[in-house]
């Protein structure tokens, strides 16, 4: 981020928001989300901005989602916490917004949890509460020059998450050092220890706090400077165990976004996997050599995952770690070319953790819920493609929103170059696919609508390596007007793009460059929307 307008957000802020109620900005503020542009199948807000996921947790059968929201622009403002609410991860309500900024600033990124042995004392009739723990930036501070304008808070509900009290002893973590990026807590309760830890961002590396009730707060240990990639800020960590798939181990994982830095430009999420004590965290010996002297292990190569968290207090017989991240790149967010709205959500994503060739990596593979989009199946049968196979009839009319799963046999002679594209009647086309000759996927927006609006979108096809091995190539796609994710090789290689056709993207055809390539196999499902018209 950092390129913001704090001035006008202070005079918003002096202005009203110390004021603000829901009933300022009802949730439902008109959308019919059929805006050019506008994601059918992915969380975006009605209205105005949003930034990072925030406090996700799951809590009686619901899944929450808060999120960076400035409810009175399309762009970067004072941040407010929005509200929305779902079943399976797929259909999202809205609700009002949750914290408005006060006195004591922003209401920058944060987690929450469900205190589920009341440790904190703010719960009432024997129910746990619901404690948020955010940043409070505040504005003011800044704009005098001061540097500790940025601590923690704390707020809590007890009406599963309909309202939020802020906790009168705020901040309960001030900035006693004076670090002018000191942000983004996440907290987890940790069995071991029978505490709370809290992990946020200090600039160049993360920091471990402990408390007994969430709002007493005493620092722990410090992690990361000489590790992995520094090019920007570090920015909303998470850490949470993870077993590894098919062993009889648990390692510790620590999620950490980048502000610039990432591979392919602008915000990317890097992670490590170690050991965390209740103390401190520590590397993998193995994993260590591959975020030393500025290396880093990338969750998704795409350019439009960032700032993505997990959900808490997903119930242990689910036992899945959800995760969702923000759908942009603080490269051009803000200059994006949708009217009313701006950004949306990636697709929840289940990360598990698995031994490879190359060492521990987190694999990324889209929830099962998304299945219950699909409303047909369609089976591509195995075939030599040489040049175009139009799969546009296969899918059906409406070729625009779907969920492609494509196999393909890897040659010797290693020259194949081929994947999926999507074009229009415009000219307009965007291609995901894989190159054999550098063991590259890769995604290029460079023609695909939309790019005159930011140098810093269009000017390269962005490259992921390929971390699986063995000859069959597995492309795992999620198509909506305005994006790709692809989750290849079982996830093992995550690449998430957003792009602006200037008219919806309507043929769809698999295509092999460079003399051809064996498909197969493979599955298309068209998908449905999942607002509500
Ligand atoms: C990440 C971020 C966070 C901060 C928030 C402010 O995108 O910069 O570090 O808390 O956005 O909106």
Redesign the pocket.
């Known amino acids: 981020?950092?390129l913001k307008c704090i001035l006008p957000g202070l005079a918003s802020l002096l202005l009203g928001c110390l004021s603000c109620s829901s009933a300022d900005h009802p949730p439902s503020e008109t959308a019919h989300y059929q805006e050019p542009h506008r994601p059918q199948f992915h969380f975006s807000p009605a209205a105005h901005w949003m930034?990072?996921p925030n406090g996700m947790f799951y809590y009686e059968g619901e899944y929450h989602l808060f999120y960076?929201y400035y409810p009175d622009s399309t762009v970067?403002g004072p941040?407010h916490w929005g509200h929305a609410l779902s079943t399976d991860l797929v259909h999202w309500e809205h609700l009002p917004i949750a914290l408005y900024p006060d006195s004591l600033g922003y209401i920058?990124?944060g987690s929450a949890v469900v205190d589920w042995k009341n440790t904190s004392g703010l719960g009432v009739d024997g129910r746990p509460p619901l404690v948020a723990i955010f940043?409070y930036?505040d504005p003011v501070g800044e704009k005098a020059g001061r540097n500790d304008f940025q601590y923690q808070g704390i707020a809590y509900s007890n009406d599963k998450g309909r309202s939020w009290t802020k906790y009168s002893g705020n901040p309960v973590v001030p900035n006693t050092e004076a670090i002018r990026?000191f942000?983004?807590p996440k907290v987890i309760w940790h069995e071991g220890m029978q505490r709370w830890i809290m992990v946020f961002?200090a600039y160049d590396h993360v920091k471990f706090w402990a408390s007994d009730d969430l709002k007493s707060w005493e620092h722990l240990s410090d992690f990361g400077k000489e590790w992995g990639v520094h090019a920007g800020?570090w920015?909303?960590p998470d850490l949470f165990p993870l077993r590894v798939e098919g062993a009889d181990e648990t390692k510790w994982v620590l999620l950490l976004?980048i502000?610039p830095g990432s591979p392919n430009g602008g915000?990317g999420t890097q992670y490590f996997v170690g050991d965390f004590d209740g103390k401190d965290f520590r590397l993998e010996d193995s994993f260590a050599r591959d975020v030393q002297d500025e290396k880093g292990v990338w969750l998704d190569y795409g350019r439009d995952n960032?700032?993505g968290v997990t959900w808490s207090d997903i119930p242990p017989e689910d036992g899945r770690r959800l995760f969702i991240g923000?759908m942009s790149n603080?490269d051009y967010a803000q200059v994006v070319p949708t009217a009313t709205w701006r950004s949306a959500m990636t697709l929840p994503r289940t990360l598990t953790l698995r031994q490879t060739e190359n060492g521990y990596r987190i694999f990324s593979q889209p929830v099962h819920e998304l299945q219950g989009l699909r409303v047909a199946e369609r089976e591509l049968n195995a075939q030599d493609v040489l040049d175009t196979l139009n799969i546009t009839a296969a899918l059906g009319s409406s070729a625009v929103l779907m969920e492609l799963i494509l196999e393909f046999e890897l040659t010797e002679e290693g020259s194949a170059d081929f994947g999926l594209e999507l074009s229009n009647a415009l000219g307009e086309r965007y291609r995901i696919g894989y190159q054999a000759a550098t063991g590259q996927y890769y995604s290029d927006r460079t023609q695909a609508g939309a790019v005159s609006f930011s140098e810093k979108f269009a000017g390269q096809v962005h490259t992921a390596p390929r971390i699986a091995v063995g000859s069959t190539v597995k492309l795992h796609l999620f198509l909506d007007v305005a994006s790709a994710e692809l989750f290849a090789d079982d996830g093992a290689t995550v690449l998430t793009d957003i792009f602006f056709p200037s008219e919806n993207f309507d043929q769809v055809k698999v295509y092999a460059d460079h003399g051809g390539v064996k498909l197969l196999g493979g599955k298309a499902f068209p998908l449905e929307p999942i607002w509500e018209r």
């Open positions: 981020m950092y930034n990072d960076q970067w941040m920058f990124s940043t930036h990026d942000r983004d961002a800020v920015e909303c976004s502000n915000s960032y700032a923000w603080w």
